[in-house]
């Protein structure tokens, strides 16, 4: 599915159980949609040109370099996120949505299965020194359902509060540590955190013909 409003292809998550956080617990979602890869900067930069809204800071203006354009925007806090997903009529992802998308329905480790994550899989550790091309890793580090980059590249922004004063991130980053991969990671952060490891992705719930997904 491509979402009208921003442009965005979207993968469809069945509805089902599927094995849930480090104790694999049984649990049942029903369907809706992930944006397969997070948003890019150059999405992201037309939100900020049909909103008016500030640009991430390392930006040349409202407009990113155009040899960014391509990979997750970053410098994004909960706040500018959730001021996306308004725009586009979506909504940041639950953690239990977004854990589902990255590990498919067995209780696999990584989004790619069991094997210890590599260079060839996913971009952590720094070993390339900054945020990739969304797709760069595909299909080899992909997930079940066909999502991108849900390791490493850049931390998530979901919906869920890890407490009164945090809100969860997902996913680690290109300079995450190899022990932040794992799907059921998880980073608690103020939702006005922003740096340049934090973007994120949307979901939807279902959508009807008429609506302005298909």
């Known amino acids: 599915m491509i979402w009208e409003k921003d442009s965005k292809e979207m993968i469809q998550i069945p509805a089902g159980d599927f094995l ?10 029903p369907e809706y949609w992930i944006d397969k890869t997070p948003v890019t900067n150059a999405e992201y930069a037309r939100f900020v040109s049909a909103t008016q809204y500030d640009p991430p800071p390392h930006w040349q203006g409202t407009t ?13 806090s909960w706040y500018d996120a959730r001021a ?3 725009w586009a009529g979506k909504q940041l992802p639950t953690e239990q949505a977004w854990e589902k998308a990255a590990r498919g329905c067995d209780g696999q480790d990584y989004t790619w299965g069991s094997a210890p994550p590599t260079v060839e899989l996913c971009n952590f550790a720094g070993k390339v020194g900054s945020t ?6 595909s299909p080899q580090g992909d997930s079940p359902y ?20 945090n ?11 190899i022990r932040h991969l794992p ?3 998880r980073l608690a952060l103020n939702p006005l955190s922003y740096d340049f490891v934090f973007g994120f992705r949307c979901m939807v719930m279902p959508v009807n013909d008429e609506d302005q997904g298909r």
């Open 84 to 86: 996306y997903t308004v």
């Open 132 to 137: 990739t091309a969304v797709g760069r890793y």
């Open 183 to 185: 799907v059921t990671r």
């Open 64 to 76: 990113p370099p155009l040899a960014i354009a391509d990979h997750p925007v970053v410098y994004v």
């Open 20 to 29: 849930y956080g480090t104790e694999r617990e049984k649990i049942d979602l």
């Open 146 to 165: 066909g999502c991108v980059d849900m390791a490493g590249n850049v931390w998530e922004w979901v919906e869920d509060s890890y407490d009164e004063a």
């Open 167 to 177: 809100k969860v991130l997902r996913g680690g980053s290109w300079l995450s540590h």
